[in-house]
């Protein structure tokens, strides 16, 4: 079993709010992603990171934005969530070399009403 | 565009039978391609990789093959058990990427019936 956490697992907000998802790996892994996906589609990546200051936009267009203050902890926020944001967000991690197996974390659904 | 198509879209089958999963890609230029299994409301947690050189791997009662020259994946499991009963997605990675650009399929549900 990976060591990747994220929480909370599930939230219920109204729009407008701001919202944070935590991310952490005990794994030493440099590399860091967040995956949005949808019931019954694909993964989608919103947003990477190959180390500590280090960040990037995905393939899918996000709102949210995220930062990598340290090696282990990636979270992402939400300004203003809004009913479109909702969503299963998945967390990864993964070491260093592009051939290496991606960890991923239980996920956070999150409802946005 | 870079695609991963997965067949059947689910699957049910009786506990103690096998079953056989497919996976098609046009992902260019090829490096690897994985299969997770994603239990409902977990994130995935990946089986087997495969490489171009290789075209079979197993894991326990899972395995999986792979022909580069047509692109195709597929995941055969063995005595099926409840405990199956999950989406299992292809993931394919593309080569000369410092990311490791990774396209994901849809993914198959599985059921597995007691």
């Known amino acids: 079993e990976a060591d990747i956490y994220q929480t909370p697992r599930y939230l219920v907000i109204g729009t407008g709010k701001k919202i944070t998802l935590e991310c952490s790996q005990t794994m030493g892994h440099d590399k860091m992603y967040w995956y949005q996906q949808d019931p019954g589609m694909e993964l989608h990546l919103i947003h990477y990171?190959?180390?500590?200051?280090?960040?990037e936009k995905g393939d899918l267009s996000s709102e949210s934005t995220v930062s990598r203050i340290r090696t282990e902890h990636f979270p992402l926020t939400l300004e203003s969530a809004r009913p479109s944001h909702t969503s299963q967000y998945l967390c990864?991690?993964?070491?260093?070399?592009?051939?290496?197996?991606?960890?991923f974390g239980p996920g956070t659904r999150l409802t946005v009403l | 565009k870079n695609q991963v198509e997965q067949s059947p879209q689910s699957l049910i089958i009786l506990e103690g039978k096998n079953c056989t999963l497919q996976c098609n890609y046009t992902v260019s230029p090829f490096s690897n391609l994985r299969w997770y299994k994603q239990d409902t409301g977990r994130g995935p947690v990946s089986l087997t990789i495969?490489?171009?050189?290789?075209n079979t791997k197993s894991n326990g009662r899972y395995t999986a093959t792979l022909d580069a020259d047509t692109k195709q994946s597929s995941l055969h499991i063995t005595a099926s058990q409840l405990s199956d009963s999950a989406s299992y997605i292809c993931v394919v990675s593309d080569r000369g990427s410092t990311l490791g650009r990774l396209y994901f399929g849809r993914g198959t549900q599985l059921t597995v019936w007691p």
């Open positions: 990171s190959y180390g500590v200051n280090s960040t």
């Open positions: 990864a991690s993964s070491e260093a070399g592009n051939t290496d197996t991606q960890y």
């Open positions: 495969m490489t171009f050189s290789e």
